[in-house]
């Protein structure tokens, strides 16, 4: 036979394929009505493995692996079927109401984490419409701030281009009942910023957060500099600010310099000049934009093999784009670990809300962090 030939054949099977499928389907959704009318859990695990096992008895060993390649992903559709029996709204699993368009009030109060001139205080000036800015020590005490109404929102970076996440704000995020209300990425210019009258051949140490230290770690080790991390760029700046010698620097942006009296001594030092840091807005209310554009989520997974395959089979079936995956472990537990994802797309669209009840049915435990738009 030729090429055509057997494409034809393969086409006739499929299309038998698909109406054994549906008549699987259907008896899915009877096994649902039973569950539900009886009040039995919808995960049978022990099911799924005895399905693969006799399946494999029945067919040989050679076919154990696409058995067990192919069976989960038709057994979890078939718990996500039956989930869906149970018509839950995505406005009483998210308490949200969608016919409430949110906008954002002029001047609110945000929390930052640092001192005047942090990259936080850039971000948030961008962010929003003439901000009232309140400074604090640590990325906890903003989420704090926030949750108890000292601050409307707060603004932290999450991540960076080159260096990576914060994990430290991903680790907040999923302990605090908070939400993103927007996002923004900040072109980071970093520069090398001394007393005035001091030379960069005099400098020795250089004092910065240690996200700006490792996105200028090629600068430093070409000059011999000594890398010293501090809690913030700005606080950094402040500290050389208040020293009598000429041997210490801060790396900050061109406007913290200005702020702390300091002499721009080389700018755009960063490594690599495709340089940007994502920042994120947090608020207490639980947002609806018509012009956000993306979604944050935070999952436990059960602890099986092809648990996140099965995630991803999910957020792949509904054609929707994910642009970021990151795994942080889960604390007090034993190598288990919460996988933040984000999404594109806006919780107002009708396929969006169908994949992530799917997502809440599929999860052990899942966080919908807000939907919002990135600038």
Known sequence: MDLDMIRKQIDIVDERLMNVYKERKELVKKVAEYKLANDLPILNEDREREVCEQLVQKFGEDMRRDIYSLYPVIMNISKLIQSRIKKTSIEALLQIDLNKTNGFSKSPKVAVQGVQGAYSMIATQEMFDNPEIFYYKSFDDVFKAVVEGEAEY????????????????????????????KAKLLKVRHCLMAKKGAKKEDIKKVYSHPQALYQCRKYLSEHNFEGISMTNTALAA???????????????????AKLYDLENLQENIQDEQHNYTRFIAITKENLVRNSANKISMVVALRHQQGALFQLLNIIASYGVNLTKLESR????????????????GNIKEKRIQELIIDIFAYS??????????EE
Do not use: W
């Open 329 to 344: 472990p889960i604390p007090g537990s034993n190598f288990e670990f919460m996988f933040y994802f984000d999404i594109e």
């Open 364 to 373: 052990k435990r899942a966080l919908y962090l807000g939907g919002y738009q």
């Open 154 to 181: 707060g603004v932290m970076p999450i991540e960076n281009s080159n260096a990576g996440s914060v994990n430290e704000v991903y680790d907040l995020l999923a302990k605090h009942k908070l939400y993103i209300a």
């Open 238 to 256: 402040d500290y050389v600010s208040c020293q009598d010698s000429f041997d210490k620097a801060a790396i900050a942006s061109q406007k913290t």
